[in-house]
């Protein structure tokens, strides 16, 4: 289970620290089929979406650089810790991943 909750209050100045550090940001692995998202709306049709999955290692060593950058920034302009926290809880799962070899990525929780 990955909270989450302060990665989301905190994504575009995430986002920005991670471009400022030459970082993937999150948005550089969220993926999802939109189609199955709006089957529930009779006016709107989106046609089925390739579904990209990336390595538990791309997305672990991804998360370590990241976690690093927010220890070791002095000008992080956002609360670093608790967003630690829920990239911690990430890396968990992506290390949980590794070792069946199971693929992963973002999707976004409407």
Known sequence: YVNGKMVAHYLDP????CKKH????????VC?????????FDDIHIPEQKVIWFDSEK???WLNALIEKLHTDPAVEF??????????EYRNVLMKAQGIDAKWHFEIDI
């Open 14 to 17: 995430l986002q920005s620290f």
């Open 22 to 29: 030459r970082l993937n940001t999150i948005e550089d692995f």
């Open 79 to 88: 609360p670093s810790a608790p967003i630690i926290e829920d990239l911690k």
């Open 59 to 61: 997305g672990i060593f």
């Open 32 to 40: 999802q089929d939109m189609s199955a998202l709006m089957d529930s």
